[in-house]
């Protein structure tokens, strides 16, 4: 039973007792001993739910037919995780191996990226129980709340498996950062140390001969945050890393998420899966649905290549607003993401995906790039042409204008971390040096020096290019959005080559 379900029953049992009360004392008879049993009962009852005892902590899944088939991309997570699991399904192997089971599995990585799902898929390969919670569960003010609710998980883990005549219980628990973070930390916040010591207690104690054997699979984005004493060898003893998903993976969960959908001809995923470079596997299933609900709301019966488009802005930043700007912030809107797409198609050809002045969220314009390959390395050049991007639009607010704008905090907050990352990693003139290792003063330094350098070669490659800049952003103003095939249709013919003159 649910605790939706306890709470009612509860408040039902409390009326009919305060009505058992008001009915004695209307036959003259004594309610004085039943309203102290009441009381005790009640007091004994709200004292165990303060306890952490009686509560239905870990959601059990009967369902288990979640299979790693089912998750797409991940090819190495799934199978380092399967070669983890091993020990679970070739159970005489193992022992005649000599092979210790493992305990606890990690998984790492940005959230979206399909943690749960995995660990539901691993439930499924192993055949095992399968119960969740998340690390907050265990937090609370009273002292052993904690502690007690980690030994009643394992222990409902195993009575679960039993019930279902099964060997093995998988034990999930999402953002086991917030239980199993560094201890001598909280400052006089002994519980949080007593729970991750009740969960180090359990772990140590699971044993290869025990008829359940139970697995531990533990989900988190910070993993540098966990204890030590959690990390080391025979408690957690395999990280599986759960990345953002590369173009092949997001083509693969696009394909997942539309099998039950139907997609008009002219539907090209693999141009989907290009554009959504930096999603997880969450945005794109959201990407999906808020184009079938676009088809939905549009009274169409297929989702068109259009609708899938549209939805990657609305994920990325939002439904269409309803606020309208005055004409002069139109063309300054104008001017100012024009010039990101022009400095963008400049450093990176190809890289304009669409740019409009249509507000969405609480921008008034935008910009949408598509780099042309995916990078795991940066380059200095590539750093500084980030760098120019963003700082394009207020560069070129300030040449046609006279004066910027406040439309250009974000441009500056990423600019100036991009001059940090470049900083950091010694491609600065500091040369080779930790970031932390900066004075504050001069690390400020050395970031206004990279942006004022920069800003000055936009301001003289836009002036030289100043007629192209405002041609294009009076189109802009016009049509309001312009495709990146658009975009590139308004460029003279052969001026990227030769820009800047």
């Known amino acids: 039973m649910n605790r939706t379900g306890k709470a009612i029953l509860i408040e039902v049992a409390m009326g009919l007792g305060i009505a058992a009360v008001l009915f004695l004392s209307y036959k003259i008879m004594n309610p004085l001993p039943l309203l102290v049993v009441m009381i005790l009962g009640l ?24 299979t790693f088939d089912d ?47 995995l660990a539901k898929a691993a439930a499924s390969h192993t055949n095992s129980t399968f119960l969740s919670c998340s690390g907050s569960d265990f937090i609370e003010v009273y002292a052993g709340v904690g502690a007690g609710r980690i030994r009643n998980l394992f222990k409902k883990a195993r009575e679960q498996a039993r019930r279902e005549n099964k060997t093995g219980a998988i034990i999930f628990i999402d953002e086991i950062d917030v239980l199993g973070a ?13 729970t991750l010591n009740a969960l180090l207690v359990e772990i140590d104690g699971l044993k290869a001969d025990e008829p359940v054997r139970v697995l531990l699979i533990g989900a988190t984005n910070r993993p540098d945050l966990l204890d030590v004493a959690l990390m080391r060898p025979g408690r957690f003893d395999r990280q599986v890393q759960v990345d953002l998903p590369d173009k092949e993976s997001r083509l693969h969960i696009l394909q997942i998420h539309t099998r039950q959908k139907p997609l008009a001809e002219d539907v090209n995923l693999e141009v989907i899966a290009k554009e959504t470079i930096g999603f997880s596997g969450a945005q794109l299933e959201s990407v999906t649905n ?3 609900i676009l088809t939905l709301r549009d009274g169409a019966r297929k989702i068109s290549f259009v609708r899938l488009k549209e939805s990657i802005e609305k994920v990325l930043l939002g439904e269409v607003g309803d606020r309208r700007a005055v004409e002069a912030e139109l063309w300054r809107v104008a001017v100012h993401e024009t010039a990101h797409a022009l400095i963008s198609e400049w450093e990176r050809p190809g890289s304009v995906a669409r740019l409009t002045i249509s507000p969405r969220g609480r921008a008034l314009g935008y910009l949408r790039q598509v780099p042309p390959e995916e990078r795991v390395l940066d380059t200095k050049n590539d750093i500084i042409g980030s760098i120019r991007v963003a700082l394009a639009g207020l560069t070129a607010e300030q040449l046609v204008f006279g004066e910027g704008s406040t439309g250009a905090r974000q441009d500056l907050a990423l600019a100036s ?26 690390r400020f330094q050395e970031i206004q020096k ?12 836009l002036t030289h290019h100043r007629f192209l800049l405002e041609a294009i952003a009076r189109q802009l103003r016009e049509r309001e959005s312009l495709s990146g095939e658009e975009f590139r249709q308004l460029l003279p013919g052969g001026i990227m080559a030769g820009w800047p003159a």
């Open 43 to 66: 007091g004994g009852y709200f004292l165990a739910q303060r306890q952490g005892l009686g509560q239905s902590l870990g959601n059990y899944e009967a369902d288990t037919s979640f």
């Open 71 to 117: 998750i797409g991309g991940q090819a190495v997570a799934k199978r380092e995780l399967i070669e983890a699991l091993d020990f679970m399904v070739q159970t005489e192997a193992t022992r005649d191996l000599g092979i210790r089971p493992l305990k606890g599995i990690l998984l790492c990585g940005p959230p979206g990226t399909g943690k749960t799902l």
């Open 182 to 194: 560094k201890r001598g930390g909280y400052q006089g916040h002994l519980e949080y140390e007593q």
């Open 290 to 292: 808020e184009a079938a």
């Open 417 to 442: 971390q991009l001059a940090k990352q470049l900083i950091g990693s010694g491609l600065a003139d500091l040369g080779p040096v930790d970031l932390n290792d900066i004075p504050e003063v001069v």
């Open 450 to 461: 990279i942006m004022a350098r920069e800003q000055l070669y936009l301001r003289e490659t």
